[in-house]
T-cell receptor
Framework: DTAVSQTPKYLVTQMGNDKSIKCEQN?????MYWYKQDSKKFLKIMFS???????INETVPNRFSPKSPDKAHLNLHINSLELGDSAVYFC?????????????FGSGTRLTVV | DQQVKQNSPSLSVQEGRISILNCDYT??????FLWYKKYPAEGPTFLIS?????DKNEDGRFTVFLNKSAKHLSLHIVPSQPGDSAVYFC?????????FGAGTRLTVKP
């Protein structure tokens, strides 16, 4: 009964492919996030959804498209994968967008583009 | 199951004093530990890290201490400044896994 679950945990794919990462939370939280952790361990916010509505959309290539079918799910679809997309992607959730603590993170998806 | 715990959701200290943020973990496979700092409406930013082969790492006003036998790490900020007011996340990685604590909100009062 993992609170925030991401699948898959590892993803190795070739350049040019399209892939999706799924995220689900069973905490009843209103807000979900996608973060990208780069090689320097920095966590960068990519997207945030509150009750299925997009509230943060940082400057990321439009090859990345989030989809929130309901407030418990936030999936990340990536088109035309590039080498630079290789990173660990974390999903997270919080009670509300105003919460500055009480984040629950997923365990991450390690994406390797070859 | 929470493998990384930050049991204090909030901490308030006076400017100039020491801030001590604590973190406990349960998984012996973790061998690398990180602290992140997060301001409101921004993503967490990497602050300082420590490998399990060390018990202390210092960077300016920030020092992280690791007690492997107790599976405990702490972040010391000396002296604390109002600009340090933020949420601090502890993270632990190892065996291909990384887990985050829920965060501690630090308020430094002038």
């Amino acid at each position: 009964d993992t609170a925030v679950s991401q699948t898959p945990k590892y993803l190795v794919t070739q350049m040019g492919n399209d892939k999706s990462i799924k995220c689900e939370q069973n905490l009843g939280h209103d807000t979900m996030y996608w973060y990208k952790q780069d090689s320097k361990k920095f966590l960068k916010i990519m997207f945030s959804y509150n009750n299925k509505e997009l509230i943060i959309n940082e400057t990321v290539p439009n090859r990345f498209s989030p989809k929130s079918p309901d407030k418990a799910h936030l999936n990340l679809h990536i088109n035309s994968l590039e080498l630079g997309d290789s990173a660990v992607y974390f999903c997270a959730s919080s009670q509300s967008y105003q919460d500055n603590y009480g984040y629950t993170f997923g365990s991450g998806t390690r994406l390797t583009v070859v | 199951d929470q493998q990384v715990k930050q049991n204090s959701p909030s901490l308030s200290v006076q400017e100039g004093r020491i801030s001590i943020l604590n973190c406990d973990y349960t998984n012996s496979m973790f061998d690398y530990f990180l602290w992140y700092k997060k301001y409101p409406a921004e993503g967490p930013t990497f602050l300082i890290s420590i490998s399990s082969i060390k018990d202390k790492n210092e960077d300016g006003r920030f020092t992280v201490f690791l007690n492997k036998s107790a599976k405990h790490l702490s972040l010391h900020i000396v002296p604390s400044q109002p600009g340090d007011s933020a949420v601090y996340f502890c993270a632990a990685s190892g065996g291909g896994d990384m887990r985050f604590g829920a965060g501690t909100r630090l308020t430094v009062k002038p």
